[in-house]
């Protein structure tokens, strides 16, 4: 397979002195802005991409590998000592972890969820080398209007399958498109919602949409509603894991990632299901039931090596498709776009270096994470201790910083200022964030590609249907819309579920 | 969970009919402002750049009324939680509405004084609105933090950042 050999060029492109620095500061800068609370991947992703706004792509998409994967794992830090999880995904991990830690074996439980991230993500990145080709010799072959369709379901996937409430997630997912209109229409050259503001006839930035949501947007929240009483940290020692700790988690690790990966690298998927089946499964298998609840290591092993092999997972659509599904795939997309790259079927022919040397990249970072962070835990844990006001000044500083240094203009600020109070309001008023992001990073593709398959079918509103792929994909999509009437029509009685 | 308790307790969220509002005002908006463009279609572009906005102000209206009903019967979002964050406080707008002051402050100065000086105020502001009393300690992090993310970012790594009145010094 050249692919084998595609890959050892990428680690030999990734193992030079300047490029391994690269992947050990991400992996650091990543982790210890993961760590912060408040900050889960990928605020920490869209934080960092502009200080790579001046590197080559492969030196900044090195880095990336590094911060994605020390970004996951400083969120789970947070939510094993703190118990309040920053992450819809690490909710899982913070039920037994957090207890385990109040037990007194917060060591233990960081050391299973090191370990087992670690795990994970390196199964997981070789099912991602194994599985992106094949998508792509599948993606290679769509045209226009399949294009359309799977952007569809992948709009449909993070507004009605994630998130409580589905109108709220339309909301959230029309404002981003709107968002994504504004500026001078690429074929025509109109100016759509621009108010007659030159400054916005480029559009938007993505980078100051995500920064502003996400960043300032929750800075603005929590300072409305900081906590005044101090929130408890406990100490941690040097995470180790004794000789019954092993034998319990590793199935559990295993088990996760199995979980993880397929759910990740569906369009419709996401962490939060598959580490909730985890944590079930193991709950259900463990021969100590009557720890759960009370800090069972099994608890942590399982949902956190779930957590971190669907994150490689949600890589695979990222590249082959250029779907993002989580917010963190959609930063990393971002990621590539603000280098003019567009991630999809042509990427592994047009940039093959860079992609492999990214995947390389990976399964670099994520052993420097591991070696890293069981030695680092007691370090990371302090910066749990930041007084907030620190805290949340700095990420307004780094936030501002950054808007600013996409344009170099203070324009973007005040945009970013906007941005920031919208993202209050929707965090005021439940709309969940990612709707909006996925929609701003998408709508533009999607447009496109409507209108391509509008134009080579002659206007003909066929063209927009297309092919077999697309009708299963629109079937899919019928099945989700539809999926809420199904479900009380099958609904069988059950005890409800405890957790 | 207290913190439930007290949601359930609350009475009924009527200022979510102000985003419903605003979702309809913004679908009017882009309905308008789609309107307005001119009609230019060809055989490449068969359709032009009105449908998709009008589609989406169509939607955005919809998804007002359906918001609208979902209020009308009891729906609520459930507002964020956090590590940092407790509900059981009444939102302090004080304290937001003098942040987006000192973020606009930075906004207007930091082409003039550079992001050392701007970016300094910036944090320092933003740490003593959220409650920082150590004013020397906070003033010092904040002049330690933008000269050493202007040295590393702009100078080491390329962004852009503006050196403004200090120019030539920095």
Redesign the interface.
């Known amino acids: 397979m050249g692919d084998l050999t595609n890959l050892l060029d990428g680690f030999a492109n990734v193992v030079t002195p300047t490029n391994l620095l690269l992947a050990l500061v991400g992996v650091i800068v990543g982790t210890a802005v993961g760590v912060l ?2 900050i889960g991947p990928a605020m920490t992703v869209a934080l960092l991409l ?6 080559g792509p492969t030196q900044a998409l090195i880095m990336f590998a590094g911060i994605f994967y020390g970004g996951m794992y400083g969120g789970s830090t ?1 939510s094993i000592l ?1 118990n ?1 999880p ?1 992450e819809s995904s690490s909710v899982v991990t913070a039920i037994e972890g957090n207890r385990m830690a109040k037990a007194g074996r917060a060591a233990q439980a960081l050391a299973t969820a090191a370990i087992g991230s670690f795990v994970a993500g390196t199964i997981g990145t070789l099912l991602l080398v194994l599985v992106t080709p094949v998508v792509v010799t599948f993606a290679i072959s769509l045209g226009p209007p399949d294009y359309l369709a799977m952007i569809v379901l992948a709009f449909i996937a993070v507004t009605a399958v994630l998130g ?2 589905r ?2 997630g ?2 959230a997912l ?2 981003g ?2 968002i994504g ?1 504004i500026g001078i ?1 690429k ?2 050259g ?1 100016q ?2 621009t108010l007659g503001m030159p400054l916005l006839a480029d559009g938007i930035d993505v980078v100051v949409v995500a920064v502003g949501i996400f960043a ?1 947007g ?12 101090k ?1 408890q940290v406990i100490p941690v020692g040097q995470p180790w894991l004794s000789r019954q700790d092993w034998r319990r988690s590793w199935k559990p690790w295993l088990r996760g990632t199995a979980l993880g990966f397929p759910f990740g690298a569906l369009p419709v998927g996401g962490a939060e299901i598959p580490t909730f089946l985890s944590y079930v499964t193991e709950r259900k298998l463990t021969k100590h039931p009557e720890e759960f609840g009370r800090g069972a290591i099994e608890g942590v092993a399982g949902p956190e090596a779930a957590n971190n092999a669907s994150a490689a997972g949600t890589l695979v659509p990222m590249l082959a498709i250029g779907l993002p599904t989580n917010a963190t795939a959609a930063m990393m997309l971002l990621a590539f776009q603000s280098y003019g790259i567009q991630p999809g079927p042509l990427l592994f022919q047009r940039e093959s270096t860079l992609v492999w040397t990214l995947i390389a990249s990976l399964f670099v970072g994520n052993l420097l994470l591991l070696v890293l962070n069981l030695p680092l835990a007691p370090a990371w844990a302090k910066l749990l201790r930041i ?8 990420i ?3 936030a ?2 950054g808007a ?2 996409v344009n ?1 203009q ?1 324009f973007d ?2 945009l ?2 906007i941005l ?2 919208l993202g ?2 929707m ?5 969940p964030v990612l709707p909006l992001i996925v929609g701003v990073i998408l709508g533009p593709i999607a ?1 496109r590609q ?2 391509m398959a ?2 080579l079918s ?2 003909d509103a066929s063209g927009l249907i297309g092919g077999p792929v697309s009708f299963v994909v629109y079937a899919l999509v019928a099945l989700i819309l539809i999926w809420p009437l199904l479900r009380k029509v099958v609904a069988r009685p059950r005890e409800p579920s405890r957790v | 969970m207290t913190s439930q308790q007290n949601t359930t307790e609350r009475s009924e969220d009527r ?2 009919y102000g ?1 419903c509002a605003f ?1 309809a005002l ?1 679908g009017v ?2 309905i308008v ?2 309107s307005r ?2 009609e ?1 279609t060809s ?7 009105r449908p ?2 009008i589609i ?1 102000g169509v ?2 209206l919809v ?2 009324v ?2 609208a009903v ?1 209020v009308a019967r009891g ?13 059981n ?1 009444p ?3 004080r ?2 509405a003098l ?2 002051a ?3 402050a ?3 100065l ?2 003039w004084l550079g ?1 050392v000086i701007s ?1 300094s105020l ?11 009393r150590r004013y020397v300690t ?1 003033l010092a ?2 002049i330690i ?2 000269l050493v ?1 202007f040295y590393a ?1 702009a100078i080491g ?6 050196a403004g009145v200090l120019q030539g010094i920095l």
Do not use: C, K
Not at chain 1, 50 to 55: A, E, Q, R, Y
Not at chain 2, 157 to 162: F, K, N, Y
């Open positions: 609370p408040g502009p200080i790579t706004f001046g590197m947070t703190l309040t920053g409580s409430s109108v709220r339309f909301a029309l404002l498109l709107v209109v229409d074929v025509t109109q759509r919602l300032v929750e800075a603005l929240w929590v300072a409305a509603h900081l906590r005044r009483v929130s007084p907030r006001p620190y805290l949340y000044a700095g307004l500083f780094f501002s910083m600013y240094a170099a203070p600020l005040f970013l200022a920031g109070l209050f309001g965090r005021r008023f439940g709309l447009e409507g209108r509008l134009q002659g206007g | 200022a979510q985003v979702l913004l908006a882009v402002d789609a463009l001119g230019v055989s490449n572009d068969p359709i032009g750049p998709v906005p989406l939607l955005l998804v007002a359906v918001y979902d729906g609520r979002g459930e507002e964020e939680h956090g590590e940092d964050i407790d509900l406080i939102a302090s707008w304290t937001v942040l987006v000192v973020f606009v930075n906004a207007l930091i082409d992001w970016g910036l944090f320092w502001g933003s740490a003593i609105v959220l409650g920082s906070g992090i904040a933090l933008s993310t970012f790594l390329g962004v852009s950042l503006p």
